[in-house]
């Protein structure tokens, strides 16, 4: 998914544009488009209309839709699947995470990992301050996970899944853990960490007696995966980026 908000020869989709500025889906701005709610050069917009970036007007609730500021860096959103490496290589020949996001505008790394079998929201950008910030032990931002995992569990299992656990010499902090649902031979939590301990998650099943069987982040702090697609990326907008600056100050 190519995401640039640079004015092309060509015109895009409106939808698109919305998606490249970081504001909506591409779903949900056809539901606003279908609405009524958004206008092009003061003309109220209609499904599959295109438009020139930069040149036309847009308004979404009256507020203008504007391309992300520029910065020096890049910062990317990425729907990791399953079987995909946190990495820029592999010797083996595996797909990384760099080849989805190639076209991105320059060369960026992944902000700490998923491992190969878990999925969802990665970040990746070429700001390495903030990569080291945000992969920090310390850093105070959330990352949320909905974890899938065999069995049927009982209050007692999720309260203690959430207690500290001493894992390669250090006592973990504790993790918040919610049911989400209950499935036929599984059951779904909901699992919320401050710190990003090595395959933390996973670790803490094992060491409980649990199999995972999906691992799925869906948000880190504010910035929630939403209905990207998997395999998908788009540029963060300016709000995400200053809210990951200014929650990572005075961190080293």
Not at 63 to 81: D, E, G, S, W
Request: hydrophobic share 35%.
């Amino acid at each position: 998914m190519k995401s640039s908000c640079s004015t092309p020869v060509e015109p895009i989709r409106l939808q698109k544009y919305f998606t490249d500025c970081g504001v909506l889906s591409r779903r949900a701005a056809e539901e606003e488009i279908a609405a009524g709610r958004v206008t092009v050069n003061g003309i109220p917009a209609v499904l599959g209309q295109k438009i020139f970036p930069g040149i036309d007007h847009v308004l979404y609730h009256g507020k203008p839709v504007l391309p992300p500021a520029r910065t020096n860096h890049i910062y990317v959103m990425l729907n990791k699947p399953r079987g995909v490496l946190s990495s820029v290589s592999d010797d083996r020949g595996r797909r990384c995470v760099t080849e989805l996001t190639v076209d991105a505008g320059g060369r960026i790394y992944p902000v700490g990992r998923l491992d190969y079998n878990s999925e969802g929201l990665l970040l990746l950008t070429d700001d390495g301050a903030l990569t080291h910030r945000l992969t920090h032990p310390r850093h105070e931002i959330p990352k949320i996970y909905h974890v899938t995992v065999a069995g049927k569990l009982h209050d007692e299992q999720i309260s203690t899944l959430g207690a500290p656990l001493a894992l390669d010499g250090y006592m973990t902090q504790p993790v918040l853990v919610e049911r989400i649902a209950d499935e036929a031979n599984a059951t779904v939590l909901r699992m919320t960490l401050y710190e990003g301990r090595n395959r933390q998650i996973r670790r803490t099943c094992e060491a409980h007696g649990l199999r995972v069987l999906r691992l799925y982040r869906v948000a880190i702090g504010k910035l929630a995966l939403g209905d990207l697609p998997a395999g998908k990326w788009r540029h963060l907008t300016q709000d995400e980026i200053n809210y990951l600056l200014d929650n990572t100050k005075g961190q080293s």
